[in-house]
């Protein structure tokens, strides 16, 4: 740094410290607040803006990526001059404490004000050390599970200079064409807002200000996982009601939570890109729900609104998104380009550019970089940190409970230690695609366990061959056939490849590819007993596996102990607990396909209609391969009728339901118990069930526990026709079950007075 910039920078700091002092001391009756406190940070953040230039200050809405990750189409590559310039605000796409401290240290000693950077990446199940995929994850149930998983992201993701992630993604997912289904916690609303509150605890912790922390983000605002067709990117054409009844109440839940930060989504909403949306941005986000965080883009969803074709060009899409609410333009570079112009023209206030500078300033503030840009920037700690033993542990841990038992017939699994194994498949030696999408600075030759490796583990009695491809290329499968023949049990480890599945892979199929199903049936001549493991994004149809197999373990992309965690499950060291987030259809023609859907007016099973004319196909059954809520376990479970404390309930007398659950099999396990409850009359119409609670227990070899939950009124409230948000009088049924497939057992009323 020059002498002269030297001055200049001390001279800067001392006015900002002269506003703060002054501020504090215009009163001296007055106690000064507390340092790092709200109105401590507004003040600060005051003190920086009056000394901002207007090219300053949309400097700090800019947000571009480096070169070091590619994570969509890149438009500029000239991010180093922009930062020297005062031009970018925060960039992502830098990982490691090297790289990161040295582009703070331009952002603070090379601009004329020094404000540092904020620094993002896409840490989404596992920085390094790299957990299940979301969907997997969601699926062990397991709030404190999740909750630990992402506290351990963010301690490997803040040592290596990071500050913010863009994640949960908090989509309601139902087609699983859509490849992003694999990012988020499945098709409930209740669920997938419980575990998106455990992960944004889990990144954001106690205090922004602790370094091992890193700010949340919620995505995609919103609907993006009602994408037409299942087809990434693409239109969502959905009534008002079900935006705020399904998709909205997950991200309702965390601007009042206090995540960080929320991702606009690519698609629209009502005819207008969300992007661009003052509904959406203002009178919900801000004035509804008092969202005190910054609005980001997703990546250049400024610039496309010129091809929805509702911005006439890219000067005009960022004043239609600067006055819609969007506080930050990712990589877009239409904010740096255009907003200058579109200012002096009166298209865009310069107080709403300071409603946008402030947000970001002041997590900048509540993050402690103006105190200390470098605190992030910890090479001594990184190999301490990055992917140490109890790291790996929890890995490995969260992998096995994220799992789902799908069939088990004449109880063929656990394996026995003692049996000939023979091991096939393209994914039972591999270790690239086990971590599946979006990992980050995952290791995917190298530190990730193959299933080999967790057999291995095991010294037990097996052989190995791959048999085929995970597609296209026919590879030959004597070897696998020769070592299947001599062996008391196949396991098949098959599957899709991580790009399969995850952004921008949405699929017209969901079947296993074709030279995987042709290994099957090939296998399945031997009438030798056969496990299919399966690795994968998405449920699949398994509709003729089903039929050929005797077991089907359902393990997603399970990350880097991986290999560890199915070795544990197939051979009894943990017993299974995973139950499902999402439907699997039968068939890709059920599609979509959900445990809440609601009734028409015939309904296939309506008494006394005739029979061919009613809600269903004349090929294949409404049902489900496998429902919502569903996994089997090595041990069985009993569950006694629920207990009502009583039969009404009303504003002041919420109901206990107690559940009495027995542990009737051979072997301790887990279950996930489940409450649901059906409106049988409504305003609107309502869903033929909804999940309205769960608890994960542990039961000991005939072992018995109450389960208790409460409803209360709150809990069954809705969104009107005029999007009310609404209680009425009626009728409702429960039951409690392992599942979503199950009959109402209980009926209540809820009575308002």
Avoid at 244 to 270: C, D, R
Avoid at 286 to 309: A, L
Avoid at 482 to 506: H, N, Y
Avoid at 535 to 560: C, H
Wanted: hydrophobic share 40%; aromatic share 10%.
């Amino acid at each position: 740094m020059s002498f002269k910039k030297k001055i200049e920078t001390t001279f800067l700091s001392l006015i900002i410290g002269f506003f703060t002092f002054s501020q504090y001391s215009c009163n001296e009756q007055q106690k000064p607040e507390k340092k790092d406190s709200v109105a401590d940070i507004e003040r600060r953040v005051d003190s920086i803006m009056k000394l901002m230039t207007l090219k300053e200050k949309i400097g700090q809405t800019v947000l571009y990526t480096t070169e070091h990750d590619v994570t969509g189409p890149v438009i500029d590559k000239n991010y180093l001059n922009y930062l020297k310039s005062g031009g970018v605000g925060a960039l992502f796409n830098a990982t490691g404490s090297a790289f990161t401290r040295k582009l703070q240290k331009i952002a603070v000693e090379e601009t004329r004000l020094g404000i540092p950077l904020i620094f993002g990446y896409d840490v989404i199940h596992g920085y390094k050390t790299i957990f299940p995929i979301p969907m997997g994850e969601a699926s062990s149930w397991d709030l404190d599970l999740i909750q630990e998983s992402a506290r351990i992201a963010a301690l490997e993701a803040s040592v290596e200079g990071l500050h913010w992630t863009f994640a949960p993604m908090v989509d309601i997912a139902r087609d699983p064409r859509w490849g992003r289904i694999a990012e988020g916690a499945g098709e409930d609303t209740y669920l997938c807002t419980r575990v998106s509150e455990a992960r944004v605890k889990g990144f954001q912790g106690e205090s922004l200000n602790n370094q091992e922390t890193i700010l949340a983000c919620a995505k995609h605002y919103a609907a993006y996982g009602a994408a037409q067709a299942g087809r990434d990117y693409h239109t969502v054409d959905i009534s008002k009601n079900t935006l705020h009844n399904v998709y909205l109440p997950p991200f309702e839940a965390l601007a009042k939570a206090g995540v960080a930060t929320m991702m606009t989504s690519f698609n629209e909403i009502n005819g207008i890109p969300a992007t661009g949306n003052h509904y959406l941005l203002r009178d919900i986000l801000r004035e509804q729900w008092n969202f005190d965080g910054f609005v980001v883009t997703d990546y250049t969803s400024i610039n496309e609104m010129v091809h929805h074709g509702y911005a006439e060009n890219l000067k005009h899409a960022g004043e239609l998104a600067m006055n819609a609410g969007v506080d930050m333009d990712l990589q877009g570079g239409v904010y740096l380009e255009h907003m200058e112009a579109s200012i002096r023209e009166g298209k865009i206030s310069e107080e709403r550019l300071d409603e946008a500078v402030k947000a970001i300033l002041k997590m900048k503030f509540k993050l402690g970089l103006f105190d200390d840009p470098y605190k992030y920037c910890q090479e001594e700690k990184e190999k301490a940190v990055i992917l140490n033993q109890e790291h790996l542990e929890a890995a490995r841990d969260v992998a096995r409970k994220s799992m789902v038992l799908l069939k088990n017939d004449n109880a063929i699994l656990p394996l026995n230690k003692e049996q000939k194994i023979a091991l096939v498949g393209p994914l039972a030696n591999d270790e690239y695609h086990i971590i599946g999408n979006w990992v980050a600075q995952g290791d995917r030759n190298g530190t990730a366990v193959s299933v080999v490796e967790g057999f291995k583990e095991k010294s037990i009695d097996f052989n190995y061959a791959k048999g085929c491809n995970i597609e296209n290329e026919l590879v030959d499968f004597s070897k696998a056939i020769s070592i299947a023949k001599e062996a008391d049990v196949v396991v098949m480890v098959m599957g899709e490849s991580e790009r399969m599945s995850g952004e921008a892979a949405s699929r017209t199929s969901i079947k296993l590819p074709a030279i995987q199903r042709s290994f099957i049936n090939e296998i399945n001549k031997l009438n030798k007993p056969l496990v299919l493991v399966l690795m994968n994004g998405r449920p699949l149809d398994l509709s003729d596996e089903v039929r050929q197999v005797d077991a089907i373990l359902e393990t997603w992309f399970p990350g880097t102990s991986g290999g560890h965690a199915i070795a544990d499950v197939l051979f009894g060291d943990y017993n299974p607990s995973g139950k499902l987030t999402v439907t699997f259809p039968r068939t890709i023609g059920q599609i979509p396909i959900h445990y809440n859907m609601k009734n028409t007016g015939r309904p296939a099973d309506i008494e006394g209609a005739n029979e061919r004319y009613t809600s269903k196909y004349i090929d294949a059954p409404n049902s489900p391969l496998f429902p919502f809520g569903y996994g089997l376990s090595y041990t069985k479970f009993e569950y006694g009728k629920p207990e009502l404390s009583n039969n009404e309930l009303t504003a002041d007398q919420p109901i206990s339901i107690k559940t009495k659950i027995t542990n009737i099999g051979e072997r301790m396990g887990e279950e996930v118990v489940q409450l649901y409850v059906r409106d049988r009359f409504g305003s609107i119409t309502r869903p033929v069930k909804e999940l309205k609670g769960f608890q994960k227990i542990t039961l000991e070899k005939g072992e018995s526990k109450v389960v208790t939950f409460t409803l209360s009124v709150d809990d069954l409230k809705f969104f009107d026709d005029h999007l009310d948000f609404v209680n009425e009088a009626g009728e409702y049924d429960l039951f409690v079950a392992g599942s979503s497939d199950h009959e109402f057992t209980n009926s209540f009323s809820l009575v308002l007075k």
